[in-house]
C-alpha cells in the first residue's frame, strides 16, 4: 500500500453565500484520512460555516452545523486527536452564510492499494 500526504485548498473568496464547496472528493481505490481542516473568515463579520461529509451509501452527515468564525479568526473542526476516514468517492464540502468569506484547507494522507 502506498501512502500519500496532500493538501487540498479552497479557495471561497468568490462564491455565493450558502453554496456548497466541494473541498476534496476521495479518489477511486482510495481510502484518505483527514488529519487537518482548517476554515479561516475572510470577511469583516463573523461567519457561520458547515462541514458536510456524502458519504458514497448515500449517508450524508453534518461534521458540524452553524459553527462560528469570528473576524480574523479561524475554526478547526478536524485535527488535534480527532481524524476523519473517508473512503473511496466520499465527498467533504463546506459552506458559509455569507459570500466570499471562507478559505479552506484539508491535510489528508491518502491510501492506495
Same mark, same amino acid.
Given at each position: 500500500m502506498a501512502n500519500t500526504f496532500k &493538501?487540498?485548498?479552497?479557495?471561497g473568496s468568490s462564491t455565493a453565500a450558502d453554496t456548497d464547496m466541494t473541498v476534496y472528493t476521495c479518489p477511486a481505490s482510495t481510502q484518505t484520512t483527514i488529519i487537518g481542516m482548517t476554515i479561516s473568515n475572510l470577511t469583516a463579520s463573523q461567519i457561520n460555516v458547515d462541514v458536510k461529509l456524502e458519504n458514497s451509501d448515500g449517508d450524508n452527515v453534518f461534521l458540524i452545523k452553524d459553527a462560528p468564525v469570528p473576524v480574523g479568526s479561524a475554526f478547526v473542526p478536524v485535527g488535534g486527536d480527532q481524524k476523519v476516514v473517508m473512503e473511496a468517492s466520499d465527498v467533504l464540502k463546506v459552506q458559509s452564510n455569507a459570500a466570499n %468569506?471562507?478559505?479552506?484547507?484539508? %491535510? &489528508?494522507?491518502?491510501?492506495?492499494?
Open positions: &493538501v487540498k485548498t479552497f479557495d %468569506s471562507a478559505d479552506t484547507t484539508l %491535510s &489528508v494522507l491518502e491510501i492506495t492499494p
